[in-house]
């Protein structure tokens, strides 16, 4: 590089020696022969090769500046020529295209990186918003576009329709907050967890917010919880219904014997009226106690649910079945139940028999809410809802659940009719906890209520 340097040195310096010979030469011709076309040419000579050594000194602050504007604009599509250059600018030429091959690297690692970290963003299963503190949010994930049912957010006020608790946490995010929140969502409450975290980038705040749908492991823990407490109560009622109903059942055996007997013996009508009485009441004690551990036993086998089976199930049929079920009952009531799958080859992946079970007791009590109600209807609706889950809507037009009941209506034996178990709800839930989904209810605008099932894809 050094001799380079010595080399283009040299060639200026001849150069010059060239120009000032050739004005020289052109000044004498003028002056002392009168040569004034020799000496014309002489002087357009001399410019020329002024010119040319301007534009070759320049050359170099050309590329450079090319360069630098190629740096500032990142334009890596740039080449810089080395035709007809001297070895000196050769060698700049080749600095700037290594250079320029570098950042051009550079910038394809960043980028394949920026988008390998959008892809993972995208993908994580937690809902992330980048919120700046005026509002405008700059990160979005697919998670959070699928739990709010949105294509495209761009500030938090986009979200005050999903109630006032998410849109007043926003407003006022500070670093390390953490919050249990909830929103409505397609008419129905979700539970979240929201966690802030502060970042500082190019000189300006922003929170990443995490919003995770807690609400299917808070059913499950308290779902967990109630079916440990049945557990409990179940096997500590066994214990002690056991033996009395083996002791009853004795009683009672012995006790028909010796009425049997009694009938062909002379006994006082009082004696006989009091045999009897005990009789009856032994017998009775019997069969109460045979009932209380069949009852006992029942709910036993709501602790006990076998594990999902699930298989790919056209949702029109799983429905249409359910309604063949009550085909009886319905025209003998006076109850219609129709039927509403959209996209009709809608499919859902669920075990048919605990789906059933769990659809069953829905409609069953959806039918017993209308009773009284002049047309009694039931509707079996099954989609797709914003974020893509699969959901199954029993809805009835009875006179809805009232607020004191709403808040205890999936707690196990709870129940507002004389003759209800209060497993069927409760059954339900264990279902789709089971399947990882959810059920909630929310009132119908027209009266009545509405269950929702709602199973992942």
């Known amino acids: 590089m050094g001799f380079s340097n010595s080399l283009s040195a040299l060639n200026i310096l001849l150069r010059l020696l060239a120009i000032l010979v050739t004005c020289l030469l052109a000044f004498y011709a003028l002056r002392d022969g009168g040569y004034y076309v020799l000496a014309l040419l002489l002087a357009a000579f001399a ?58 690297a550079t910038r394809s690692q960043k980028e394949q990186q920026t988008r390998y970290l959008n892809a993972l963003v995208d993908h994580i299963p937690v ?54 929140i909830r929103i409505i969502v397609d008419d129905v409450e979700v539970k979240l967890f929201l966690s802030t975290t502060e970042i500082v980038t190019g000189g300006k705040t922003q929170f990443l917010v995490s919003l995770q749908n807690i609400q299917s492991e808070l059913d ?35 006790m028909e014997e010796l009425c049997r007997k009694a009938e062909s013996e002379e006994l006082s009508e009082d004696f006989r009226e009091l045999l009897e009485d005990a009789c ?23 602790t006990k649910l076998p594990p999902p089976q699930p298989e790919k199930l056209p949702l029109r049929t ?63 609706k099954g989609g797709l809802d914003k974020s893509g889950s699969i959901i199954i809507e029993v809805a009835d037009n009875g006179p809805g659940i009232n607020p004191q009941s709403a808040q205890q209506i999936f ?24 399947h990882r989904g959810s059920i909630n209810f929310f009132a119908n605008e027209t009266g009545g209520t509405t269950f929702r099932l709602s199973l992942p894809v």
């Open 47 to 104: 410019v020329a090769q002024l010119v040319a050594l301007m534009r070759k000194l320049s050359a170099t602050d050309r590329e450079l500046t090319r360069f630098l504007d190629a740096v500032k604009y990142s334009d890596f599509s740039q080449k810089f020529s080395k035709k007809g250059q001297n070895r000196s600018q050769r060698e700049l030429a080749n600095a700037f295209d290594e250079v320029i091959d570098k950042f051009k």
């Open 127 to 180: 809902a992330l918003l980048s919120v700046g503190k005026d509002g405008q949010a700059t990160l979005v994930n697919n998670a959070a576009k699928r739990l709010f049912g949105l294509g495209h957010i761009s500030h938090i006020t986009q979200l005050k329709a999903f109630g006032p608790g998410l849109a007043k946490e926003l407003s006022s995010l500070r670093a390390g907050k953490k919050r249990i």
């Open 220 to 254: 499950t823990t308290q779902l967990e919880a109630w079916q440990d407490l049945v557990h409990v109560l179940t096997h500590e009622l066994m214990n002690s219904l056991t033996p009395v109903a083996s002791l009853a059942g004795t009683m009672n055996s012995v």
């Open 280 to 302: 009856d009441g032994i017998a009775a004690i019997s069969r109460r106690s045979d009932r209380l551990s069949g009852f006992v036993s029942s709910y036993r086998k709501m």
């Open 318 to 380: 799983v429905l249409e079945n359910i309604r063949t079920l009550f085909a009886s009952t319905a025209e003998n009531e006076g109850l219609g139940v129709e039927v509403e799958v959209s996209p009709d080859s809608l499919t859902v992946y669920a075990d048919p028999q605990l789906l059933d079970q769990a659809l069953i007791n829905l409609v069953k009590n959806a039918a017993e809410a209308t009773r009284g109600q002049q047309a009694r209807l039931v509707r079996l």
């Open 411 to 434: 707690v196990p034996f709870y129940t507002t009719r004389p003759e209800g178990t209060g497993i069927g709800l409760s059954l339900a839930r264990q279902v789709m906890v089971a």
